[in-house]
């Protein structure tokens, strides 16, 4: 597909951040573990389905964005700890992805699975 307006591209992404990031501010932590446990009971093998692995790399970067604290169901962190570290990357960027991840789910169990 061809672009043919650079600027309403960029517009509209822009656009979209600024309603994306604002939207956060109506998320509280109840809704997040719901998603959370939804997530998890789609999945009947134990291995990191991409809702789970997009939902947990978004859970990152909004802690990341944000100062707000959400602290998850130790159960449903360890869950996801445990898929992330079985899951076998297909490339090596999604291996160094796997990685940054894993590091970053250790950092939250230390901190009894709040998200840092």
Known sequence: MQVH??????????????FSLNSYNYINVNSINQIIAKRKSLSQDITLQLLQAQLW???????RLYPESIQVKNCDGE???????????????????????????????TNNWKLI
């Open 57 to 63: 790399i978004g859970l990152r970067e909004m802690v």
């Open 79 to 109: 869950d996801i700890l445990s898929r992330w570290r079985t899951s076998e990357p297909k490339t090596p960027q999604m291996a160094e992805l796997n990685q940054t991840m894993i590091t970053w789910l250790q950092s939250c169990a």
């Open 5 to 18: 307006n650079k600027n309403l591209v960029k517009e509209n992404f822009i656009y979209f951040k600024f």
